[in-house]
Nanobody, 122 residues
Framework: QLRACGGGLVQAEDSLRLSCAVS????????IGWFRQRPGMEREFVAS???????YYPASVKGRFAISRNSAKDTVYLQMNSLKPEDTAVYYC??????????????????WGQGTQVTVSS
């Protein structure tokens, strides 16, 4: 199971840190990804950290968002800085064992959390 938390209402340029607690899986065997679904849009990739430690971001968040993990707590974090109104979305964490070509695709992840709402006001 994956449990995402940390969402909330913030103003533009504020920061927020999301957490994803993983249970029932061998944490070190999985890549953990963050995706988001903005109103009226498809769920999109935000960040991923593989079990090797490699990290991936799309251009839209690179330099503003940072993913990290704490293996002692089986938890992955998404630090979001310089938030923009267009970052408003439900954020989901997911676990999987994607091959490289799937790392940014929903199909690469078989386990999903329930989502946490992030709202950024202008």
């Amino acid at each position: 199971q994956l449990r995402a938390c940390g969402g909330g209402l913030v103003q533009a340029e504020d920061s927020l840190r999301l957490s994803c607690a993983v249970s029932g899986l061998t944490f070190s065997n999985y890549a953990i990804g963050w995706f988001r679904q903005r109103p009226g849009m498809e769920r999109e990739f935000v960040a991923s950290i593989r079990y090797s430690g490699n990290i991936y971001y799309p251009a839209s968040v690179k330099g503003r968002f940072a993913i990290s993990r704490n293996s002692a707590k089986d938890t992955v974090y998404l630090q979001m800085n310089s938030l923009k109104p267009e970052d408003t979305a439900v954020y989901y964490c997911a676990a999987g064992r994607p091959i490289l070509s799937q790392i940014m695709e929903r199909s690469g992840y078989g386990y999903w959390g329930q989502g946490t709402q992030v709202t950024v006001s202008s």
